[in-house]
């Protein structure tokens, strides 16, 4: 049973354009996480998020937590081919306790 | 300061084999959890060890064991491999006492398993 449904799970697009990924569950989560991994290489963790409703900007990408703390997305403005690479969002339960990944978006940006 | 490494970065087992793959966690880090990640997919919580004790434990059966030194580097055992193992596992650090928001997860590079 996946607890974190990620979608889409492929996207390729062309540089410039603007895209957002979804994580969404039944669950509620303490604080959620977001991943990027690159071939060869563990997941870097990109953004923890931990209030629902929470909205936290990196760069080019905005995470929000659902009130709920049930869902959190991933919005990318004008993708660069560096942004290539596994996207993955992962759930934490409680203090110390493990990650709950989701499947993971592959993200291909074209120059 | 050197991050989470993982030895050996590949390897290649028949079924049936033993394995054991070792970690050394991030300075100044006292728990290593364990994840098993097959191609395309996320990663899998195996377990987790915290003052060389197993803390949590995902859905793995008992062919998959642990252990954590003193110096807080752990070792993940499979026995009786099946081809179904193959996968890159991965380890992670982190400080055993934190709260949700600080719950942050150092991830080594992997070894890459192959199982014939």
């Known amino acids: 049973t996946q607890l974190l449904e990620q979608s889409p799970q492929f996207l390729s697009i062309q540089e410039g354009e603007n895209l957002t990924v979804y994580c969404n569950s039944s669950s509620v989560f303490s604080s959620l996480q977001w991943y990027r991994q690159e071939p060869g290489e563990g997941p870097v963790l990109l953004v923890t998020v931990v209030t629902g409703g929470e909205v936290k900007k990196l760069k080019r990408l905005t995470f929000q937590f659902g009130d709920a703390r049930k869902d959190s997305s991933l919005h990318i403005t004008a993708a660069q081919p560096g942004d290539t690479g596994l996207y993955l969002c992962?759930?934490?339960?409680?203090?110390?306790?493990?990650?709950?990944f989701g499947e993971g978006t592959q993200l291909t940006v074209n120059p | 300061d050197a991050g989470v490494t993982q030895s050996p970065t590949h390897l290649i087992k028949t079924r049936g084999q033993q394995v054991t793959l070792r970690c050394s966690p991030k300075s100044g880090h006292d728990t290593v959890s364990w994840y098993q990640q097959a191609l395309g997919q996320g990663p899998q919580f195996i377990f987790q060890y915290y003052e060389e004790e197993e803390r949590q434990r995902g859905n793995f059966p008992d062919r998959f064991s642990g252990h954590q030194f003193p110096n807080y580097s752990s070792e993940l055992n499979v026995n009786a491999l099946l081809l179904g193992d193959s996968a890159l596992y991965l380890c992670a650090s982190s400080l055993g006492q934190r709260l949700a928001g600080e719950n942050i997860q150092y991830f080594g590079a992997g070894t890459r398993l192959s199982v014939l």
């Open positions: 992962a759930g934490v339960r409680a203090s110390g306790s493990r990650l709950t």
